[in-house]
């Protein structure tokens, strides 16, 4: 009866343990629709961007082109596409029953998101002392950092939700009960991904375009 | 069920998820290619602003497709509902960011 | 664990609603708190229309007319009007579908907390220092010079009981999506439960634009960022744009569930099937669908430039046309049914001509030329007070009415319902009727009193006499709601006699489980099907067996708590542009969100797997334990 409590082999265990329960099912589908409002939220996001993008008050102020980097950029973006990679190499193991690989895999991710949250942070900083380009300096500076950093808000938290899983399953092995909730941390991380792709091509590319 | 057929479906699971897994990696190594492309692109000085900007936005695309269908098994069975919904929102998401690089202005 | 009802104590009952995830529990906590919500804007109404009761009254100062003003907006849209709807959604949705509790029982009690935190903290600004004045719109231009902190009461507090709406729209969706019990497909739903669907589909939608606003809003008057400080490159356009995309979707989010509610009460009370179900269906679907590509008919007068004005004014007639197929389809409900008067069916009888009044005023205003003459007039205000009381008011109070027996066992007075019926329609005609004149007149909305002798005399005169009809009628209900619960006497399952969808077939109020065995659902209106093939029950559609139940849980109740407590913290940093920050406000900032995260945490590392009702259990109260 007890989640918990029910055994599997490799062979009992559901081709698709996320939505094999009922309680399963619900937070997929509604973890999809959280996504879908994210989507949303993002866009809004996005579109501020665009409106106020090179928006300062004087001259003076640095603008898009002057400031974004090609290298540091791509480097992020080759981070975390490779993290949503290592993501779905740990989905892959869960719905093959391998904890083990399936905890290292998460693991890994963690240590990618972790560098390109590290990374941000570095460009953030460097934003501010080199080029005086603060949250507060103009509006489009406002808008930018708005929109990256949640971006990375949202990594931020999701390092911290997948860390959670990892430590909080680590004796006691996959089942029914937590396969749902590695599934949609996974699902999670990817949609960070999606939104990173379009942050850097909006954002940094077409920025650099001017 | 008896042993013999379920390990035989085991057997044909793993071969499926197997399968599944290695059109994830090229997908992975497409969304590089695709990356790379767009990062020369924007790097490389001979082509106009006109020019490049579609193309990225255009590849930004096909590397969310992936990601929905590969990466995050949109196109498993029991994504109908919720494939609705990603498309409204896409939907609304488009509009707004169309309003917003057209009727704003000062 | 049964159910008989027994005699609890004060304290333990207070901390079952406290930690109850149960729909039905829920729906009661939204009543109240929604009730208490609209009484206090029913007030901020009453003190607008005393001061305007004369020219040039001194009632109030200018300064606390606007906050009066914005308050009564705010407080009816956002904290009385969802949260009343939000009870009859939770207290009817799950029992429509066949489900035991909705998709995420947790979640669910977690909306209503914040939803209640936000209330609150929003209307403590009265006593800190003065509430909110820029209008419920909150225009950037003018919030973002507001003196005090009104407009952080209001960013903040709309901020956290908008999270606690997003949440309780999902729950919804996934409810529909995935608890309808066998046989209940999309086509067979009860319109109350489409209409919620699409309502939440919209609350998913257009609440995102409406958080990130405000996010900016109060990023720029408390963390020193300059979205809308034009002299920094910001641009207040992007303020307006935000509020209504949110805006103009929120009175969808608003009105189609009263359509919904309409749609079950003309039925029952016809004694005929819905004439139409599926064009009403397609007409459900494509308001919400349009509902997304006609805000800017809110900015016509911003100067957005022809073509996009009339983009705009034609989307927006276009949504008469499915509103136009709505009235229709309740038109021809009644026509040929066996009707049976009673205080729900007069309301759903007085909302038909009275929205259709408010529609038409819309389609007036969806001509951008006309709405140049009519922005910003009492006829805007007459407009919008015709579909939201004409249609979402009445509905609350119908479905008060309609559903209380369901909700809580017992019959409202059928005699005080007529009575406050008849103050409140008339009441209300007399109110907002009369202020399509003082708009055509060029009387602007939102001033804090007039000249005399310009001809608006007499018209808000009489406004503000309708307004005291009104609030009798609220006054009368209140003590109806007194003497009900005093009463002793208990209804059976289907007290109207004609219910015709599924929650009618459950005792009332339905046991803590709600279906013994799940349904099996063999059409549409399921329980009248039921019943015409003589049976007393529902068909089940599984044996009996153990029920699996959710926890109860306090930690929705501190998460939201941490959110409010963070809320000060954030309104008193040091970078708030009103100057009295403190570095304190910091530190509860942090404290408060740590107490939210926190909670979160040990709500993910703690496993909760519900428990389950044993057969037995069950069986017994089926043999007569049962409260009915």
Redesign the interface.
Known sequence: ????DQKFT???WP??PE?AT?EG??K???F?????????????????Y???KD???NSEHALAADIYS?EL??IM??IL??S??T???A??HM??YNFKQMQLWFFITVLLGASFLALEIYEFNHYVHHYNFT?????????YY?LVGTHGAHVCFGLG?IL??IF?NQKRGLNL?NAP?YYVAS?YW??I??VW??I???VY??G??? | MNNHE??A??EY??RK?AE??KN??IS?IL??FL?LV??LA??YDGFP?TF??PI??L??CV??IF??Y????AS?K??G??ML??Y???F???I??L???TI?WW | MSSIAVKKGFASTVWEYLTTVDHKKIAHLYLGAGGFFFLLGGIEAMFIRIQLMKPQNNFVNEQLFNEIMTMHGTTMIFLAAMPLLFAFMNAVVPLQIGARDV??PF?NALGFWLFFWGGIFLNLSWFLGGAPDAGWTSYASLSLRSEGHGIDFYTLGIQISGFGT?MSG??F??TI???RAPGMSFMRMPLFTWTTFIASSLI??A???L???I??LM?DRL?????F?V?????TI?WEH?FW?FGHPEVYILILPAFGIFSEIIPTFSRKRLFGYSSMVFATILIGFLGFMVWAHHMFTTGLGNVANAIFAVATMAIAVPTGIKIFNWLFTMWGGSIKISVPMLYALGFIPSFVMGGVTGVMQAAAPLDYQLHDTYFIVAHFHYVIIGGVVFAILAATHFYWPKMFGKMLSEKLGYVTFAFFFVGFHMTFFVQHFLGLMGMPRRVATFLPNQGFDLYNFISSMGAFFMAIGVIVLLVNVVVTSLKKERVGNDPWQDGRTMEWALSSPPVYYNFKQIPLVRGQDTWWIEKMEGKDELTPSEPLQ?IHMPNNSIIPFFIALGLFIAAFGAMYNPLNSVGDGHPMGTVVLILGLALMFGSM?VR??R?D?GY?IPKEDIENDAKGGKVS
């Not at chain 1, 949250?135 to 808008?143: H, L």
């Not at chain 3, 963390?223 to 979205?227: D, K, L, N, Q």
Request: hydrophobic fraction near 60%; charge should be neutral.
């Open positions: 009866m007890n989640l918990l490799p062979q009992t081709e698709h939505t009922h099912k619900n997929f589908i509604g999809w629709l959280f996504l879908a409002g994210e989507t949303v939220l993002f866009a809004s996001l996005f579109a501020t665009l409106a106020l928006s300062v008050p090609l950029v791509f973006t080759a596409l490779t949503s990679l993501s779905v190499y989905i892959y719905r093959n949250f507060s300096s103009s509006a489009f500076s406002s808008a708005t939700w959670a899983l909080r009960y909730k699902l990817h949609f991904d999606v792709v379009f850097f091509t909006v590319l077409m650099i375009l001017g | 379920l390990k479906q085991y699971r793993k998820s599944g897994m994830q990696f992975f969304m590089i990356t767009a990062f924007v790097g602003k490049v900007i990225i936005l590849l930004a590397q969310v990601q929905l590969y990466f995050m098994h498993e029991g994504h509902m919720v919904f990603m409204s929102a896409i609304v998401a488009f707004t960011v309003c917003f690089m704003i | 998709a995420f979640l997003l999902i729950n969706l996934a999506i995935t608890m998913l939608m609440f995102p634009p958080t990130i606003s996010f900016f990023f963390f020193g960022s300059a979205f400080d002299t920094m490159g910001g641009n992007i935000f995309i153990d945490l993910s590392i496993d797997l389950y």
